[in-house]
């Protein structure tokens, strides 16, 4: 792991508070629904605020909650940030969306090359209804992940990966095939996004489904909660102010890392070091481009 120097990080932890302000105030004033989720979690129960190297915060909405935030972040905060997802620009190759401080840069490695203006953000998943039908359930899972992984392979032929050596190259290989093949064959973006949409909404008329989850990640299980465990919400502090968390975040936190109380020895501690950073009315650019 890349480490940042403690002034970078703290100064980029604050910027990040302050979007995570201005998106709760906003979903306070119009009654959304919004919880903490992955690290973020992790940070609340065992730091009370971000993990100590931790550079981003992750918070998810329920669609319908989320539909409506994309509503009125484009309309009543649109002079300080920019709102960034796949469907306002084909180009943004991931199924969450940003809300990214004007006048700002950050471009990890992972998104070095693609078309999108990038700034320090806010990441927002949204949370969709399951089937109960076990059958339904894994094929909607199955499909919109494989269409979001499809829509990263389409965007950018040689992904960065978490390992090297012969294994890497392999798959570079393959996925070099299938970037190629897609844009060989016209599939666009546009339709590999309708395609995960479809598949991630599918069943959000059953409204009282037992799980929901965001289903494009880097496994499709990694964000699941029994409706149960997420609600009520409950409010924890973290670092200088309280937000919404799932009501039970210890099994949903336990599959993905297990002992997540316990810190991981520091080869295991992840960020999102960047390619590019510039804070607001700077000049200067870290990172290593």
Request: hydrophobic share 35%.
């Amino acid at each position: 792991m890349k480490e940042y120097d403690d002034r970078t990080l703290k100064k980029l932890q604050n910027i990040e508070l302050e979007i995570l302000k201005d998106f709760i105030d906003l979903c306070d004033r119009h009654n959304l629904k919004y919880f903490g989720i992955a690290g973020t979690c992790i940070g609340v129960l065992r730091h009370q605020g971000f993990i100590p190297w931790d550079d981003d915060i992750d918070i998810a909405l329920p669609r319908e909650d989320f539909e409506k935030f994309l509503k009125y972040a484009n309309e009543e905060l649109k002079d300080k940030y920019t709102i960034m997802n796949a469907r306002y620009d084909s180009n943004y190759p991931l199924m969450t969306t940003r809300m990214m401080l004007k006048d700002s840069k950050f471009r990890e490695y992972a998104l070095s090359h693609i078309d999108v203006e990038l700034g320090i953000f806010l990441d927002i998943y949204p949370f969709d209804n399951l089937s109960d039908d076990t059958k339904k359930r894994k094929k909607q899972m199955r499909q919109a992940w494989f269409y979001s992984k499809l829509l990263i392979l389409r965007s950018i032929p040689k992904p960065v990966l978490a390992f090297k050596g012969w294994k890497a190259k392999i798959v570079h290989l393959i996925c070099t095939i299938v970037h190629y093949g897609m844009k060989i064959l016209g599939i666009s973006k546009e339709k590999l996004i309708y395609k995960c949409e479809e598949a991630s909404t599918r069943h959000n008329d059953e409204v009282n489904s037992k799980y929901v989850d965001f289903l494009c990640d880097t496994t499709p299980t990694m964000n699941i909660y029994k409706r149960d465990d997420l609600f009520p919400l409950q409010k924890f502090k973290f670092e200088d102010m309280e937000l919404f968390f799932p009501k039970n975040m210890d099994t949903n936190l336990r599959g993905m890392y297990g002992d997540y109380m316990q810190l991981p020895p520091v080869d295991k501690r992840k960020n999102h070091f960047p390619y590019e950073l510039k804070f607001p009315n700077e000049q200067t650019i870290y990172g290593d481009k």
